[in-house]
């Protein structure tokens, strides 16, 4: 008995041991890292820490070999800030697998930061500023183009000075302009074309070319910036020359390009400015009230990235199953090249802190990037099947998520897709390299960017394809859902959306996503919210809220088939859709929206060609203008084949003037089969404390535009010789063809605007001058002064934004003197005397198809037919210099108004 009794009692044991052993085998292997420990350390336990994450990385490598890692690890790594001088790189042999993953843990939000930026100290009080001497730096060992004091990124020293922090919102005062292009002989063509080494700037704006050491010129381009240094200036001719090529060239979109200097010493004028003298190594800084060198901390940037992960999918060599949790990566420098800083679009030449070349099932989860010189997060070639999850993206330097390459993948290997951007707050992007996106999915197919909030981009919120026109894309089936996308733009740039598109894309969905307060540059074109660019085809936009865009909730450049179903779009400051180019094939289906606005202007650019397909919408304009369906009655456009079971009506919204866009029960949107949507759950979502993280970046509750006042003009053209009209287009100039201030010859004062004409030109139509006043109601009243010479062919038009445009009063001056208004004969005009004239035309409602017009101090000629009798509007108030040929024609004290708004 005792026999078997012991038999049985080893058993047990046995058993006992086995099952101690197999616990023991499926537990992954646990490192610790601490800022207190040492790399030659085990990393067994707390007490025998490594001290970095390259440290580990290495002891896992060790540790590799000997079967530790196959049931994976988890790498502790203790609160503190660990220094980073270099990225740390993972590689194939660094991976886990999908049982047997590698986790690094930091000790929970905020608490583990890896930096790879570097304390200064040693401030010394000069006058109003302080200065640090930076031996690294005169020595070219280290540069820097960021800095943060107290966890604060400040300005560096510019001129002008913004009007709002970063340049947000810009006045006319925040920018020098250009007087306008060099022109070139493309080497290749021989034809002449706007230089892109070189632009004409105004007298004063620029000092001597010795203060600008350190200095570039930030240029806006429409949709990009460039950051250029300058080569040289010539002062006699007023134009300064770069180091490089910006990649367009300058005066393309205005001939007042606007820019402003920046790491310019002599512009440190404003308490929180900062001037890095890399000759003499040292940082200057103007102190803002209260702050004392002994209580801050201020940090530079010194490391360009913090995490690599370097496969190689072209040889089939991934980085598999790491995972990142809870951790803070920051200060990351990105600095500008000695032939400057310049992108075609979305700041596509930087990088990021984190890159994933090759990474597989990768992820990344309530971790912190911020402080950034560049992106923060790029899934590169062969990244497939990675996450963000939970992650704050913040204060960049250029953006926010970068998804794939801009070409094709060569082998499926190479391809980046099934990505993941999940409930992710993205905010303050662009903050040097301003035409970064928050989410930029390059040619990459099958990710989903989902319930992420992003806030506060100088462009584009989720851009989404990179390719032009209708060749077969890698870009496709791609989700963007539930994101709540607001504040971009910010005016600085233009030609952007909230969600921004490109080229062929099936199975592309854009749905339940919340986007508004997406506002551009005014002075140019492109702030849209849902934004199909060129080639754009195959997408689905459904369930979308975008409301409060400056030109057009929804806007198709160019596509095929896009369905863009179910949507409210509210409150664009200008048209409130748009179509920008007529094609053979059915550009979209748009179908069961709702379109609320206050400003009487419903469509833009071009609907002739009656190829799309819309029914089922209801159209609302609040201000009680007369709706207007491309220059026709709503009735006209039903008849057409358009919304014949649409609706004029209120949608009956709840708020709708202060964002609440929830439906009464009572809609007539109902019964045209609208179905409303949760729109309540775009956005972060789960734990209350991190959902509640935007609220420390609140904006100010979301009220209606204003129902818009008409743009008044008055110009005596008094500023400096050879500028442009302030406050107009002027388009198509050549050297010989401007239209530029001049003295010697005005009506009143110095200066008038001469308008010089040339042979040769691309149309006959160029040069000329537009004004987009946005006039609706009232009596609308226009005067100036005109002053001819011989052989001139001039003339001056009222214009609405139909497509095709409706035209009011349109004065033609010939080249005997005769003037023409509306084909009616009126007067032959004096050559070489000036002459006044005033044009009122009443609008809106009260429009009756005529005008007046009243020479010098003459009677009024009453009657006078407009070129469309429907005329009610006026949008372009331009001036036409078409004479082929060389011709002069001066204008001077110019004036528009109106006596009302809007019609009540």
């Known amino acids: ?147 943060w004091i107290n966890g604060d990124r400040r300005q560096p020293a510019r001129t002008p000075n913004a009007t709002h922090p970063w340049g947000d919102e810009p006045t006319d005062d925040d920018f020098l302009r250009t007087v306008g292009p060099v022109k070139e002989k493309n080497p290749q063509t021989g034809e002449e074309v706007s230089s892109s080494l070189k632009f004409q700037y105004r007298e004063g704006d620029l000092p001597p070319f010795d203060r600008l050491d350190g200095a570039h010129l930030v240029i806006f381009h429409s949709w990009e910036s460039s950051l250029m240094p300058v080569k040289s200036i010539d002062t006699a001719g007023k134009i300064v020359e770069f ?43 103007m102190p803002l009230p209260g702050e004392r060198p002994e209580s801050i901390t201020a940090i530079a940037p010194g490391a360009t990235n913090l995490l690599v992960l370097a496969g190689d999918p072209a040889n089939g060599a991934f980085v598999d199953h790491l995972a990142f949790e809870d951790l803070t990566l920051a200060h990351t420098e990105y600095g500008i090249a000695p032939e400057g800083h310049s992108d075609s679009q979305a700041a596509f030449k930087v990088d990021a802190a984190v890159m994933a070349t090759g990474a597989r099932h990768c992820r990344f989860e309530r971790c912190d990037i911020k402080h950034l010189g560049n992106y923060g997060v790029w899934f590169r070639s062969g990244s497939q099947h990675n996450a963000l999850r939970q992650c704050e993206l913040y204060d960049l330097g250029a953006g926010g998520v970068r998804i794939g390459e801009d070409a094709s993948p060569a082998t499926e290997n190479e391809a980046a897709d099934h990505n993941t951007v999940d409930n992710c707050y993205l905010h303050e992007g662009g903050r040097i390299f301003r035409s970064a996106v928050g989410v930029f999915i390059a040619r ?41 996308i607001h504040h971009i733009g910010r005016g600085q740039l233009n030609d952007m959306g909230g969600i921004y598109c490109l080229g062929v894309s099936p199975g592309t969905e854009l749905t339940g996503n919340v986007i508004h307060t997406v506002l551009s540059h005014p002075r140019l074109y492109g702030g849209w919210g849902l934004y199909t660019d060129e080639g754009s085809s195959g997408i689905l936009l459904k369930n979308n809220l975008v409301y409060h865009t400056r030109t057009g909730a929804f806007h198709q450049h160019y596509g095929e088939d896009n369905r863009v179903e179910n949507n409210i779009f509210a409150f664009s400051i200008e048209q409130q859709l748009q179509r920008s180019r007529e094609e053979d094939h059915n550009s979209f289906f748009f179908e069961r929206n709702l379109v609320y606005y206050n400003n009487g202007w419903l469509l833009g650019s071009t609907w002739k060609n009656n190829n799309w397909k819309m029914d089922y919408n209801c159209y609302w304009d609040t201000s009680g203008a007369i709706p207007d369906f491309r220059g026709g009655s709503f009735a006209d456009w039903q008849a057409a084949g358009f919304d014949t079971h649409g609706a004029i009506a209120d949608p009956g919204f709840v708020d709708a003037e202060h964002g609440d866009f929830r439906l009464k029960p009572d809609s007539p949107a109902l019964a045209l089969g609208f179905v409303p949507f949760d729109f309540s759950k775009a956005g972060l979502y789960g734990d209350p404390a991190w959902v509640k993280r935007t609220e420390a970046f609140a904006h100010e509750p979301f009220t209606a535009p204003p129902m818009p006042k008409p743009e008044a003009i008055a110009d005596g053209f008094e500023q400096e010789p050879d500028s442009p009209a302030q406050g107009a287009n002027t388009l198509g100039e050549t050297d010989a063809a401007r239209i530029r201030t001049t003295e010697g010859i005005a009506r009143t004062g110095k200066s008038a605007l001469r308008f010089a004409d040339a042979a040769g030109l691309s149309s006959a139509f160029n040069p000329h001058l537009v004004y987009a006043p946005r006039c609706n109601a009232g009596a609308a009243t226009a005067k100036f002064s005109v002053y001819l010479e011989p052989g001139a062919t001039f003339y001056h038009e009222w214009r609405d934004a139909a497509s095709p445009y409706r035209v009011g009063p349109s004065l033609w001056f010939h080249p005997d003197g005769r003037l023409v208004a509306n084909g009616k004969e009126i007067a032959t005009l004096p050559f070489k005397e000036w002459v006044d004239l005033t044009i009122a035309c009443p609008l809106g409602k009260a429009a009756n198809g005529a005008y007046s017009l009243t020479l010098g101090g003459g009677k009024p000629i009453e009657g006078l037919p407009c070129g469309s009798p429907d005329f009610y509007r006026l949008d372009w108030f331009g001036f036409v210099s078409n004479t082929d040929g060389p011709s002069t024609v001066y204008v001077d004290d110019l004036a528009l108004g109106t006596d009302r708004a809007i019609a009540p």
């Open 1 to 147: 008995m005792a026999k078997r009794y012991t038999c049985k009692a080893h058993l047990i044991l046995f058993g006992l041991c086995a099952l101690v052993n197999t616990a023991a085998s499926t537990a992954p292997l646990t490192l610790h890292v601490a800022p207190n420990g040492v790399d030659t350390a085990t990393g067994a336990s707390a007490d025998d820490a490594l001290a970095t994450l390259t440290g580990a990385r290495d002891r896992l490598r060790t540790l590799r070999p000997e079967g530790k890692l196959d049931e994976g690890a988890i790498v502790q790594i203790a609160a503190g800030a660990y220094a980073l001088t270099a990225p740390v790189e993972f590689t194939p042999a660094d991976s886990g697998t999908e049982d047997a993953p590698i986790l690094f843990r930091g000790a929970g939000t905020g608490q583990t930061i890896f930096s790879g930026g570097r304390a200064i100290t040693g401030w010394k009080q000069e006058g109003k500023l302080w200065v640090a001497d930076l031996p690294d730096v005169k020595s070219g060992a280290w540069h820097f183009s960021a800095l």
């Open 243 to 285: 180091t490089g090529p910006a990649r367009w060239p300058y005066c393309q979109w205005q001939a007042d390009q606007r820019y402003y200097i920046e790491h310019y010493f002599d512009g440190l004028d404003r308490p929180g400015e900062w001037y890095l003298n890399k000759n003499e190594g040292k940082l200057y800084y």
């Open 444 to 484: 990459s197919s099958h990710n989903k960017i989902t319930h992420n909030e992003i806030a506060d981009f100088r462009y584009t919120g989720v851009s989404v394809g990179w390719s032009w026109g209708y060749d077969p894309s890698s870009a496709n089936h791609n989700i963007i859902a539930d994101n709540h």
